[in-house]
């Protein structure tokens, strides 16, 4: 039986990640940081099925000894500060939880189990100001945001310690993946949130900022799929993951609203407080690299996706309701 460690095994990614390596037959280790009120609301499914392993990114002794406990034959670095927005209010925190721990976390790795496979979440923030379009493994690096600048340096410390230790590790590089399970804070599930609370009478208004903006938006569920295809190749290397496609904000906010038959133009009111410092203004990945080397594809597509989270968010708004 395989073992497998995941660290933000709570998050959107990590919780999908764990169902499908348990669905694979996996043993499962999932990094729990101790907080006085533990939020398992992504990991219900799995609450129960994983073993939980004390620890904490920003303390070594806490992660080799959670590499010791597990025995994993394949790490997944999931947990970072992944909110870009924050990144300007707290760049220090940001810094040392995306980039500095992930030292921590190949540190561990490297002391406790060097033959571990590791996977490290790279990021498509990290093409910012984009240098070339499409963005593939190969275009240059130009991050807008703090958050993007950490996510640099993930991927570069990975690439050092592959190269440095001949440790199996890879990074992928994952454009926007989205799900019902996303943060309410990012824009798509602050849409379908909103769209779901607008048309049960519960909201007035979305209130959002640069709706121009251009994103390749996925499936959390198919990308996580990537992750470990990444893991199971001859040779570690690194992969852009994306739809090949792109959508402005107002497109996903044309096809959330008018899943249940509404104009956002009706409801969406520009506010100045959500537009950023420094913007990210287009992202189109090109992940042949992936298709052809790992056989991965989406399953799902932009208009699914969209109605997959606004059906999703009408059935639990509606349930709330009642509650
Ligand atoms: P990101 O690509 O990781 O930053 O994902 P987000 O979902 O947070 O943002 C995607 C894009 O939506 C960015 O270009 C934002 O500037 C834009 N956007 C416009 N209005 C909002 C808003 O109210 N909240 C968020 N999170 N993003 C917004």
């Known amino acids: 039986m395989k073992r497998a460690l995941i660290t933000g095994v709570t998050g959107q990614d990590g919780s999908y990640l764990a169902e499908f390596l348990l669905e694979k037959g996996y043993k499962v280790f999932g990094l729990r940081r101790r907080t006085s009120t533990p939020n398992y609301e992504n990991a219900m499914k799995i609450r129960d099925r994983i073993e939980w392993v004390s620890g904490d990114l920003t303390d070594l002794a806490s992660l080799i000894e959670a590499v010791r406990l597990s025995d994993p034959d394949e790490v997944y670095n999931l947990a970072a500060q ?96 989205e799900s019902p399970r996303r943060g309410l804070e990012f824009v798509t599930r602050k849409i379908t949130d909103g769209v779901a609370r607008i048309k049960l009478g519960l909201q007035a208004e979305l209130r959002l900022g640069n709706i121009d903006a251009l994103r390749d938006w996925g499936y959390a569920g198919d990308y996580i799929k990537a992750m470990w295809l990444m893991l199971q190749q001859e040779e570690p290397d690194d992969y852009v993951i994306s739809t090949e496609e792109t959508h402005s904000v107002k497109e996903f906010l044309e096809t959330a609203f008018s899943f249940v038959g509404l104009d956002y133009r009706d409801y969406v009111v520009l506010d100045s407080r959500f537009v950023r410092p420094a913007e990210v203004d287009l992202l189109i990945g090109d992940c042949s690299k992936a298709k052809q080397k790992l056989g991965w594809k989406q399953e799902v597509s932009f208009s699914e996706l969209v109605h997959m989270m606004v059906a999703e968010d009408i059935k639990r708004v509606r349930a709330e309701i009642s509650y």
């Open 82 to 177: 992944s909110y870009v927005a924050a990144s300007w209010p707290q760049p220090i925190t940001t810094g040392h939880i995306t980039a500095l721990c992930v030292t921590n976390m190949l540190e561990a790795v490297r002391i406790a189990k060097p033959d571990a496979r590791f996977y490290q979440a790279s990021s498509s923030e990290m093409f910012g100001k984009v240098l070339e379009v499409p963005q593939k493994e190969t275009t240059p690096f130009y991050p807008r945001s703090p958050y993007g600048v950490a996510k640099v340096y993930g991927h570069w410390i990975t690439v050092n310690y592959r190269e440095s230790f001949g440790m199996y590790a890879c990074s992928g590089i994952l454009f926007n993946h």
